[in-house]
């Protein structure tokens, strides 16, 4: 069974810095894309920063420069570094991952998210 589970959350001054992680099991796929979305109260959920199948990275504009996001193929781990956080990087904090899985007769999109992991940052 496929898991994602995020940890690093919790509470930051603004200007501070955090860092989550995203261990990643049972994966059983060939992944297209992995990486971050997030998502504040009465907000829609919202990409911050992936990485791409060709291993490009893609990163939200309000969070460019700011963010940096990682991983370990070895530890099948993605990471995220943010710094000068913002109060407005309030939010939960979402692990995704997406590709295709091979059933041996046909390709099968498949796309799973963490649990969530919550991130709030304070003046």
């Known amino acids: 069974q496929v898991q994602l589970v995020e940890s690093g959350g919790g509470l930051a001054q603004a200007g501070g810095s955090l860092r989550l992680s995203c261990a990643a099991s049972g994966i059983i796929f060939s992944i297209n894309t992995m990486g971050w979305y997030r998502q504040a109260p009465e907000k829609q959920r919202e990409l911050v920063a992936v990485?791409?199948?060709?291993?490009?990275?893609n990163y939200a504009d309000s969070v460019k420069g700011r963010f940096t996001i990682s991983r370990d193929n070895a530890k099948n781990t993605v990471y995220l570094q943010m710094n000068s956080l913002k109060t407005e990087d309030t939010a939960v904090y979402y692990c995704?991952?997406?590709?295709?899985?091979?059933?041996?007769?046909?390709?099968?999109?498949?796309?799973?998210w963490g649990q969530g992991t919550q991130v709030t940052v304070h003046t």
């Open positions: 995704h991952a997406e590709g295709l899985y091979d059933s041996g007769s046909r390709l099968i999109d498949v796309a799973y």
């Open positions: 990485f791409t199948k060709g291993g490009s990275t």
